[in-house]
């Protein structure tokens, strides 16, 4: 049965992995991944984590299956975050959140409930957009298409471009919203211009589904939320992913959410009854133990104060990266400006730098990027940013 099977194409990302531990050389830097490191090239453990796991094997708690949907004091606690504590979506009980299998077990269950409810629909990803995004959604049954977003020549945003495809895709169609830390670009909107995208959304009847992969990379747990926040008070109806596992560092846990805002308490009694189907059929119901941790950490006020210094901590350092890298850059002689790597936000830059020069970056020196350019500056560290500011410098300089 499987003569004629054929091979599937390598993930781009992870067939990076897989070649940068095949190099041999010490110096080699690995800026593909989407993980934050420390300034030891370490995943960190968080100290909240820490604690929290520590009560926790303590109490050798059975180990029963979970709801479907989760526990409540998870789905609440990821309520607070993304619509704050005491908000009225927190408390109305018109909002589904269901735990997940990281940000993309969110995404695919979003994704199965969607093709149930709307099964004509198209689904628009930003153009460029996170490489699973299209796999994910079409995967589900979707026709995926692209709305406007990156501009090359401003590296910013090409917000007009982005407007005009919005307000030329078809009512019902999904929209698929990276909520801050666009990766791969690290451009985002402006809180204006997400009230625009909440407006354009209404007026043409559009589905918004916002991907929360990153809350607190860029400037905090609130600021980060403002897109959340601006669709929370139109009184649209939405869809959330959250995810885990950078805010937490807590990756092969697999920690993530999807919340769905509808209409009432009620509507949200059916819309739940209709998310646990997909979810009972996929994988019955939701691991403990990574849940449980993130759930004592935000539901204690002290865990919780000691998570969002150390999140501070890792966003403070990664721009402090993105710093030096162009001071860093400017030193070794570059006349081009890099200073829009500062303005960037989250994990990632798009450099700019060619499929060709990343390719010298990789033969050359062992840095390993995504042939797009994209660099991810949480790789970065005191002792590989003069390492790889040099090679940069030299591969741009021809
Ligand atoms: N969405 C975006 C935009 C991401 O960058 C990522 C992680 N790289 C995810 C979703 C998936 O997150 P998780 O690893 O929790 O599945």
Redesign the pocket.
């Known amino acids: 049965i499987f003569a004629a099977v054929e091979m599937a194409p390598r993930d781009p990302i992870l067939g990076l992995n897989e070649a940068f531990a095949a190099d041999t050389r010490a110096e080699k830097v690995n800026l593909g991944v989407?993980v934050y490191y420390d300034d030891n090239g370490k995943i960190p453990l968080l100290g909240a984590v820490r604690a929290a796991e520590k009560t926790r094997l303590e109490a050798m708690p059975p180990r029963g299956y979970q709801p479907i949907e989760g526990p409540a004091a998870y789905n609440g606690a990821v309520q607070n975050l993304l619509f704050g504590k005491g908000s009225e979506l927190a408390t109305s009980g018109q909002v589904v959140t269901v735990e997940a299998l990281?940000?993309?077990?969110a995404?695919k269950v979003g994704a199965d409930y969607l093709k149930r409810l709307l099964p004509g629909a198209s689904v628009y990803i930003s153009d460029p957009s996170?490489e699973n995004h299209r796999a994910l959604f079409e995967s589900a049954g979707f026709p995926v298409q692209t709305y406007a977003y990156y501009d090359a020549a401003t590296r910013g945003v090409n917000f007009a471009g982005m407007k005009a495809s919005l307000e030329a895709a078809p009512a019902g169609s999904i929209i698929v919203l990276?909520a801050c830390c666009h990766?791969p670009t690290g451009a985002d909107l402006s809180d204006a211009q997400w009230d625009e995208v909440v407006a354009a959304c209404r007026n043409r009847g559009l589905v918004p589904f916002l991907?929360m992969?990153y809350q607190g990379f860029a400037d905090g747990i609130d600021a980060d939320a403002v897109a959340v926040r601006a669709f929370s008070a139109s009184g649209l109806q939405f869809f959330v992913?959250s995810?885990f596992?950078k805010s937490f560092s807590l990756?092969g846990e697999r920690v993530?959410a999807l919340s769905i805002v509808t209409a009432s308490k009620e509507e949200a009694g059916r819309v739940l009854s209709q998310v646990k189907r997909v979810i009972r059929t996929n994988y019955s119901n939701p691991p403990i133990h990574g849940g449980a941790i993130v759930a004592a950490v935000l539901n204690s006020p002290e865990l919780r104060q000691q998570w969002e210094d150390e999140l501070a901590g890792m966003r403070d350092r990664i721009r402090a990266m993105r710093t030096s890298l162009v001071e860093q850059l400017k030193a070794e002689g570059v006349a081009q400006d890099f200073s829009f790597v500062i303005k960037q936000r989250g994990m990632f830059s798009y450099t700019g730098l060619t499929a060709g020069q990343v390719e010298k970056l990789k033969a050359d020196f062992g840095i390993y990027a995504v042939s797009t350019g994209r660099i991810c500056l949480a790789a970065l560290n005191s002792k590989n940013i003069g390492y790889v500011a040099k090679a940069i410098a030299q591969v741009v300089k021809g």
């Not at 990281?102 to 077990?105: C, F, K, L, N, S």
Request: zero cysteines.
């Open positions: 989407g990281g940000g993309t077990g995404l996170w990276h990766n991907d992969a992913s995810s596992s990756y993530g």
